[in-house]
């Protein structure tokens, strides 16, 4: 018995240990651009840098809201006894003329659309975003994905860095949401994932593969914007919309990203411009209204 034991845990450890160690360099070299990986996924983003939008006399950075993007992550039934499983989300960010071929090119390579709408509302040219999903072979994936983004301008190279001259002071936001985020540039940005377990199609979904609320500040001057969406259970919408609404934080748009969540999410966008200590204690009032990790 102690023998099949130590055998058991040995198989586990091997399989943790491949899963933990995938070699993602094929994806890279289809899109030609290197990806991270955060509790296995492996994320390759798109910022439309071909795009000026603009929002009254703000003009939006790609990667406050203009950011296409696509995770993999291996089925639970993989083994070293069977072939690549994997499964693919992402959402793609189109202006209008965009959309229709990019939805006939999804089905054409037997990809799932499982949401389009607006995140943004009063943005110039106006924007839509696509999400989808599919399932099969890692690289037959990736062709199939990368196909789509070729029907749209999106630019599949990384754009060439600009020096950032002023490192911005974020200590006073940072402060009030209780934790430090990611800068980049004129943004700070946060990602918090939900206490719960949640899975797509029964699979069990990591938050880095879209599952986390998304809080972007852009900062220009002495004020900043803010967008992205809350991850929200049914009886958590309402009293986030109450309190971003009170708060002066308008909410732009609520809708579901996927198909066969268990429990089933609503997304809840945001957006808004002014002081960002402000607006950082509206987010913070609205996130406390969910049951997310802080």
Same mark, same amino acid.
């Given at each position: ?11 586990? $450890? ?23 990986? =955060? ?9 439309? +840098? ?20 696509? #995770? ?8 070293? &006894? ?10 793609? %960010?189109?202006?209008?003329?965009? %959309? ?9 390579? @037997?990809? /799932? ?8 509302? #009063?943005?110039?040219?106006?924007? =839509?975003? *696509?999400?989808?999903?599919? =399932?099969?072979?890692? &690289? ?9 983004? $070729? ?11 600009? @020096?950032? +001259? ?10 009030? *949401? #209780?934790?430090?985020?990611?800068? /980049? ?16 199609? #029964?699979?069990?979904?990591? $938050?880095?593969?879209?599952?986390? +609320? ?18 929200? *259970? ?10 971003? +609404?009170? $708060? ?40 406390? =209204?969910? @049951?997310?990790?802080?």
């Amino acid at each position: 018995m102690k023998r099949i034991i130590v055998s058991f845990f040995a198989v586990v $450890s091997i399989l943790y240990c491949s899963a933990q160690q995938t070699d993602w360099s094929g994806v890279e070299n289809v899109f030609g651009k290197k990806g991270s990986v =955060k509790d296995g996924v492996f994320k390759i983003t798109f910022p439309r +840098t071909d795009l000026k939008v603009i929002i009254g006399d703000f003009t939006v950075d790609p990667g406050l809201a203009l950011t296409s993007w696509v #995770g993999f992550v291996k089925m639970p039934d993989n083994s070293m &006894m069977m072939d690549d499983n994997t499964m693919a989300m992402g959402d793609i %960010v189109m202006l209008d003329n965009e %959309v229709a071929p990019v939805i006939a090119k999804l089905v054409s390579v @037997n990809l /799932n659309v499982t949401a389009l709408h607006n995140h943004l509302v #009063g943005e110039s040219p106006s924007i =839509k975003y *696509l999400h989808f999903s599919g =399932k099969g072979s890692t &690289m037959k994936l990736a062709e199939a994905i990368k196909s789509v983004f $070729s029907v749209t301008g999106t630019p599949l190279t990384a754009p060439q860095a600009q @020096n950032q +001259t002023t490192k911005l002071d974020w200590s006073k936001v940072e402060a009030i *949401l #209780g934790t430090t985020g990611k800068q /980049n540039g004129k943004l700070l940005q946060y990602g918090f994932p939900r206490n719960e377990k949640l899975t797509e199609s #029964g699979m069990e979904m990591p $938050s880095y593969i879209g599952m986390a +609320t998304g809080i972007n500040f852009q900062m220009d001057g002495d004020r900043a914007a803010i967008t992205g969406d809350f991850v929200l *259970l049914a009886d958590e919408v309402n009293p986030v919309v109450k309190t971003l +609404t009170e $708060s002066g934080i308008a909410v732009t748009a609520i809708h579901n990203h996927m198909l066969y969540d268990n429990p089933r999410l609503f997304m809840c966008h945001f957006w808004a411009i002014g002081d960002p200590e402000k607006l950082a204690k509206g987010l913070k009032a609205a996130l406390d =209204k969910t @049951n997310s990790k802080k």
